[in-house]
């Protein structure tokens, strides 16, 4: 029995081998057991992937982190953090200063704090404008600032909150009391009943609250009072200037002197005051602060020590913010189960207080509770409310009373769904969020549902359960041209995924280069990669880390169509000349260079170095030269090009792979469980030149090649239409597959597959 069948999309992606036998699903039919290095389009095409392009080794020719700066959607930067550097790239190129030097600052951060034990980004970054607030996940490192300065320069500096920084929960045992030696000063001697100051509190905040104003009046009009009486008003404290009787004014001022309408008062404190503490005693019943906000009056001395206080949330003892995020107008900050805000609008005060009093404005900290259980805080993203993706589940963090504002009085987290995240940041499509769980092993979305006023979380890969079992460390979204969300896997692969909700299109495939990709991060329309790779010095194998770019396939749309021609043919001269000059550019090898020159040249030496001892592919003008090993000429590594060249490239190759699911019948009738065999095999194609088929993969042969009418002095053509049918011979079996490869540096786009077999 002879049948027929049409793949005509690939956008189903991988299908897990579990479904193999449900040929009853529209997805299973249409999918692939293999994508390897093809990327899939909403649309239902396949395009053979460009290559990697080669941009800089990194400083020391050792791994690094990469992190994406964008001041807008086209004015990106890539930074390379290493031990204790940064440097950044911009449109694929490494910045250098005008002594042509690589653009870089200098860091806090080692190497080995970069990433952490499971291979995952240890530093995260949230951005507003020219400026990116960065954190390192393991609470090591103060929060850090990196700014684009106006002249196109940047500058990084530790964020120093003074007196604005967070804090710990206020101390609630009434036997555990401190008091202070001074009100103001560098050397203030801060004194407890009991040992609770500790070394990793150094450099950290510490508070100090009366409990009380027993010795000090509260301001009143027409009172009498004498020169440095002090007296409370609105919870801050002044001293009289001089001898006199109050006015009819309340005091209000928080700095220098101001009347009350008959007499002079001078600002003391607010209340309460703030230091840094500078040192420790050894047995941690003392401790030296410099005094950022004068000490209230009232607590300084033994006779009246009070057990008001609290330590700073920030230093070594109880460690730095992990992660940030832009909520609600405010910088949100979290460490453990712990989120602290900012100032309205500004975003480096976290201040509980402004002299004294709470307003919609000031900071505020919180500790998260969802009424089951309690995680770690592992990401957070801004929606409808403050997400906090956590290691045991997912909290919303949002307002109490929704009529009214969000500050410290009118907030509440509630649990969504109880699925555990990895600490890597999810990426935003349209109203979802895509997230790793925390096996590593999964993607799913969360989304709000107005129904139920939650947000509900679902897996996208129930059609690809294998696609990241060796699991995700780093997740980046890039969106144009082909939408695609790439998950590097620790085994220095990538899995992407073609996700389009309003489109109905979810499609898994994967990314495969020689060598090993161990940090992404996403460019404006390019995917950034630090790749380690091999190369042959003397014989022995090295390794060599560089930062590459994904190029984007060659697509070669048009200004004309058909109808702008008078013939079939003359359009299609059209298309072959437009094609020629652009395709000479099109990068299909990874660790490549493109040279170009206005005159013709023959050897290449420079730029080589990593590909040192290596068999390479050569594209000559658009046509493919023999490969052949990179030698040391000279002291230079270096090609020969065949034949005289103004444009080449030079890399190693790749191959892509599509094979899709079992053959099963037409609907008319089974092929499973029959001996079948393929006999006719025909493509739709877009742009290609190139391509194999076959039945196994030492039996491919080419589809596209060059045709003896084609000028040899320039590029192959690329072809766009269907390609006949052809003898595929396939032998009977049981397992019959169609296998389609690129294992040429050309262009190839697959837009359909037709074939005819029959069933034994």
């Excluded at 293999?34 to 400083?59: E, F, P």
């Excluded at 930067?77 to 653009?103: C, M, T, W």
């Excluded at 954190?135 to 002249?151: D, G, H, I, M, S």
């Excluded at 085994?491 to 073609?498: D, E, K, P, Q, T």
């Amino acid at each position: 029995m002879v049948q027929k069948r049409v793949l005509r999309a690939f956008n189903a992606g991988e299908i897990s081998p579990d479904l193999y036998g449900r040929d009853d699903i529209a997805k299973v039919n249409s999918g692939c057991k293999v994508c390897d290095n093809m990327m899939l389009t909403i649309q239902g095409a396949a395009y053979y992937r460009g290559g990697m392009n080669y941009s800089a080794a990194t400083k020391n020719n050792s791994k690094v982190l990469l992190l994406r700066f964008a001041y807008n959607d086209t004015d990106v930067y890539i930074l390379e953090f290493g031990n204790r550097y940064v440097r950044f790239y911009r449109d694929g190129k490494l910045l250098r200063d005008s002594a042509q030097n690589p653009l870089e600052l200098v860091t806090p951060y080692v190497l080995a704090d970069l990433f952490d034990s499971n291979g995952q980004p240890a530093l995260k970054s949230e951005q507003s404008g020219d400026v990116v607030y960065i954190f390192q996940t393991q609470k090591k490192y103060p929060v850090q600032r990196l700014e684009r300065n106006a002249n196109g320069s940047f500058s990084w500096a530790e964020v120093d909150y003074e007196e604005d920084g967070g804090f710990e929960d206020l101390n609630q045992n009434q036997d555990d009391r401190v008091y202070a030696s001074a009100q103001t000063g560098d050397n203030v001697v801060v004194t407890a009943t009991k040992s609770i100051f500790k070394s990793g509190h150094i450099g950290g905040l510490f508070y100090i609250e009366p409990i009380n104003f027993n010795e000090i009046y509260s301001w009143s009009e027409g009172k009498e009072v004498k020169k440095d009486q002090r007296i409370v008003s609105n919870y801050k404290t002044y001293k009289a200037a001089a001898d006199g009787t109050t006015g009819d004014t309340t005091p209000k001022h928080t700095e220098g002197t101001a009347t009350d309408g008959k007499l002079n008062w001078i600002y003391e404190d607010c209340g309460y005051g703030i230091g840094k503490i500078t040192s420790v005693a050894a047995d941690g019943k003392s401790c030296v602060i410099k005094v950022l906000m004068p000490i209230p009056y009232a607590a300084v001395g033994e006779s009246r020590k009070t057990w008001k206080w609290k330590f700073g949330s920030w230093c070594e003892e109880y460690g730095y913010p992990t992660c940030g995020c832009f909520h609600r107008e405010r910088l949100c900050v979290a460490r453990g189960s712990r989120v602290w805000f900012s100032w309205s609008d500004d975003f480096e005060s976290f201040a509980e207080k402004e002299f004294g009093a709470i307003t919609y404005q000031t900071g505020f900290g919180f500790n998260v509770s969802s009424g089951v259980s309690v995680g770690s805080i592992c990401w957070m993203e801004s929606a409808k409310d403050l997400i906090c993706g956590t290691d045991v589940n997912i909290v919303a963090i949002g307002e109490s009373n929704t009529s009214d504002l969000f500050y410290v009085t009118n907030c509440r987290s509630f649990e969504q769904t109880h699925d555990g995240c990895r600490r890597i940041q999810p990426v935003r499509i349209g109203q979802r969020f895509v997230f790793i769980d925390i096996t590593g092993k999964a993607a799913n979305t969360l989304a709000y549902d107005a129904n139920t006023y939650q947000y509900d979380s679902d897996t996208i890969q129930t059609y690809a359960k294998h696609i990241s079992v060796e699991g995700v460390v780093d997740m980046v979204h890039i969106k144009e041209p082909f939408d695609v969300i790439y998950c590097l896997k620790s085994n220095g692969a990538l899995s992407c995924c073609l996700y389009n909700p309003m489109q109905e299109g979810l499609a898994w495939y994967r990314l495969k280069t020689d060598g090993e990709i161990v940090s992404i991060a996403a460019d404006s329309a390019n995917l950034a990669l630090c790749v380690k790779r091999k190369k042959i010095v003397n014989g022995a194998e090295q390794d060599s880390y560089g930062v590459e770019f994904l190029q984007n396939p060659f697509q070669g749309y048009f200004s004309k169509t058909i109808a702008d021609f008078s013939s079939e043919k003359e359009y299609k001269q059209y298309c072959i000349d437009a094609l020629l000059e652009v395709q000479k550019e099109a990068c299909y090898l990874d660790a490549s260079n493109i040279y170009t020159s206005n005159t013709a040249f023959s050897v290449i030496d420079s730029g080589l170095d990593h590909l040192a001892g290596r068999e390479v592919s050569i594209v000559s003008e658009g046509g493919i030269e023999p490969m052949q090993e990179v030698q040391l000429v000279n002291g230079k590594w270096t090609i020969t090009l065949q034949n005289p060249s103004k444009i080449a490239i030079v890399g190693l190759p790749y191959t892509g792979v599509i094979i899709p699911t079992p053959l099963e019948g037409d609907g008319e009738s089974s092929a499973r469980a029959r001996k079948k065999r393929v006999n006719q095999i025909g493509f739709r194609v877009y742009n290609s030149m190139g391509g194999q088929s076959g039945e196994t993969m030492d039996s491919l042969k080419d589809i596209l090649s060059r045709s003896g009418s084609d000028k040899l002095d320039d590029p192959i053509p690329l072809f766009s239409g269907d390609i006949e049918l052809s003898p595929f011979n396939g032998d009977y079996q049981e397992t019959e597959q169609i296998i389609f490869v690129q294992p040429y540096p050309l262009p190839f786009t697959l837009q359909a597959i037709v074939f005819e077999f029959e069933v034994y």
